[in-house]
């Protein structure tokens, strides 16, 4: 009875990957259901298989599309983020070089009090960039 079992089992699986198969056209998969199994091929039959294929390539198609648009998504958070980190970056790098010309201009015009103030007194810090039309770096 095991026996059985396990040889109706095995042609399940068989039949199931001749269904499924999409490496093996129609009239294979026709020859295949009437020579080994049996099942005579009618009008109906070739009706439910093409309807039976028709879902699976649907089921595939909705598998791709949304893996795609998963992808894309990824893709434009990924895209986001580094887009973040080097604005940040030049942001940081072209108000530091904004700075220091501003600082060397002090220096060289004598005024390193100015320089020493601007340092710890953030109001101070803010009057003095306002002075060289740097209001924006003022915020930082």
């Given amino acids: 009875m095991a026996r059985l079992k396990e040889q109706c089992d095995a042609a399940c699986k068989r039949l199931l990957s ?60 990924s895209g986001l983020r580094e887009g973040r980190t080097d604005g940040i970056r030049i942001g940081t790098v072209n108000t530091t070089n904004s700075l220091m010309a501003q600082f060397a201009k002090l220096r060289d015009s004598g005024r390193t009090e100015d320089m020493d103030r601007a340092i710890s007194d953030r109001e101070y810090l803010n009057k003095l960039l306002a002075e060289f039309g740097l209001t924006e770096v003022a915020r930082l």
Avoid: H
Wanted: charged share 35%; net charge negative.
């Fill in 18 to 77: 001749t269904l499924f198969a999409s490496d093996v056209d129609a009239q294979e998969k026709y020859r295949v259901l009437e020579s080994e199994y049996n099942i005579p091929i009618t009008e109906k039959t070739e009706e439910d298989m093409a309807a039976m294929c028709n879902y699976s390539d649907g089921v595939w198609n909705d598998g791709r599309i949304a893996g795609k648009l998963d992808g894309l998504k990824k893709g434009r958070l």
